[in-house]
């Protein structure tokens, strides 16, 4: 019950993050919070119903996924700076589509 | 008991810190406090393997891509993030108000609130899950890694100099 409290209020500073800044870098640390937040209600559901080797394997999965994310993510954003030379969400008008 | 009710006050502490904080590059550092301390958090729960891959990967090399992307980018001197100070304070400050009314009505409203992180029941080995139960989930990771190689392949892969 704890857990779960302090889960949402990770959720929330993360949602909040990436809804608040304009900054790219800025939002996917909000986004790397929420991954936390999953990581957490994660092991603390596998505690509290005993299963916590499989929490653990299911962890281990979201940590590589969230790595993968990341990394082209921050090429994304690296990209988007060469094209942009700024890092603000209101200027990338310059996509495709 | 008390040390579990810390730990977890200082996860949120870290978190709301790394968001709230002006610089990228202490956000950054945030990130890699903010993971330190849920791998505390785990170990209590004993989750040690996923707390050794919480500690080395989140804690350790997603902050350096962070850094990387913060020294490669420079996307604001000193004097422009003071500028920009307090238009973020202002969309910011909202958030601690959130966080703490939240935290009240759900303590509130918890009818049988524990201060005490749930201790685990013996099981089965991790590794006979994750080799043995698992392995569609390893074949998973081995293709997402390979998207993932191949993504950042193509992002910085050079281009042909229009004539």
Same mark, same amino acid.
């Given at each position: 019950?704890?857990?779960?409290?302090?889960?949402?209020?990770?959720?929330?500073?993360?949602?909040?993050?990436?809804?608040?800044?304009?900054?790219?870098?800025?939002?996917?640390?909000?986004?790397?919070?929420?991954?936390?937040?999953?990581?957490?209600?994660?092991?603390?559901?596998?505690?509290?119903?005993?299963?916590?080797?499989?929490?653990?394997?299911?962890?281990?999965?979201?940590?590589?996924?969230?790595?993968?994310?990341?990394?082209?993510?921050?090429?994304?954003?690296?990209?988007?700076?060469?094209?942009?030379?700024?890092?603000?969400?209101?200027?990338?008008?310059?996509?495709?589509? | 008991?008390?040390?579990?009710?810390?730990?977890?006050?200082?996860?949120?502490?870290?978190?709301?810190?790394?968001?709230?904080?002006?610089?990228?590059?202490?956000?950054?550092?945030?990130?890699?406090?903010?993971?330190?301390?849920?791998?505390?958090? =785990?170990?209590? %729960?004993? !989750?040690?393997?996923?707390?050794?891959?919480?500690?080395?990967?989140?804690? *350790? $090399? &997603?902050? @350096? #891509?962070?850094?990387?992307?913060?020294?490669?980018?420079?996307?604001?001197?000193?004097?422009?993030?003071?500028?920009? =100070?307090?238009? %973020?304070? !202002?969309?910011?400050?909202?958030?601690?108000?959130?966080?703490?009314?939240? *935290? $009240? &009505?759900? @303590? #509130?409203?918890?009818?049988?609130?524990?201060?005490?992180?749930?201790?685990?029941?013996?099981?089965?080995?991790?590794?006979?899950?994750?080799?043995?139960?698992?392995?569609?989930?390893?074949?998973?990771?081995?293709?997402?890694?390979?998207?993932?190689?191949?993504?950042?392949?193509?992002?910085?892969?050079?281009?042909?100099?229009?004539?």
């Amino acid at each position: 019950m704890l857990s779960a409290i302090f889960v949402v209020l990770l959720f929330i500073i993360g949602i909040y993050c990436i809804m608040a800044s304009y900054n790219l870098v800025r939002a996917l640390i909000g986004l790397e919070i929420l991954i936390k937040a999953v990581t957490l209600l994660i092991i603390a559901a596998g505690a509290k119903s005993g299963h916590l080797h499989l929490a653990q394997a299911l962890v281990i999965t979201v940590i590589v996924v969230e790595v993968v994310m990341i990394t082209v993510a921050v090429g994304v954003v690296v990209g988007i700076h060469i094209y942009n030379n700024s890092l603000d969400v209101r200027k990338v008008r310059r996509l495709k589509g | 008991m008390f040390l579990d009710l810390l730990s977890l006050i200082l996860l949120v502490s870290a978190a709301l810190w790394t968001v709230m904080t002006r610089s990228l590059l202490r956000s950054a550092i945030g990130l890699a406090l903010t993971s330190a301390v849920l791998t505390v958090i =785990m170990f209590k %729960m004993e !989750a040690n393997l996923a707390a050794v891959f919480e500690l080395s990967v989140c804690a *350790g $090399l &997603i902050p @350096v #891509l962070f850094v990387s992307v913060v020294s490669l980018t420079q996307p604001y001197t000193h004097q422009e993030i003071l500028e920009r =100070m307090k238009s %973020m304070f !202002a969309r910011f400050r909202l958030l601690p108000v959130i966080l703490i009314g939240v *935290g $009240l &009505i759900l @303590v #509130l409203l918890g009818p049988h609130s524990q201060v005490q992180l749930p201790l685990p029941e013996s099981g089965e080995n991790t590794r006979f899950i994750l080799w043995h139960l698992r392995q569609l989930d390893l074949l998973g990771q081995v293709i997402i890694l390979l998207g993932g190689v191949f993504g950042v392949a193509v992002l910085f892969k050079e281009r042909k100099k229009s004539a």
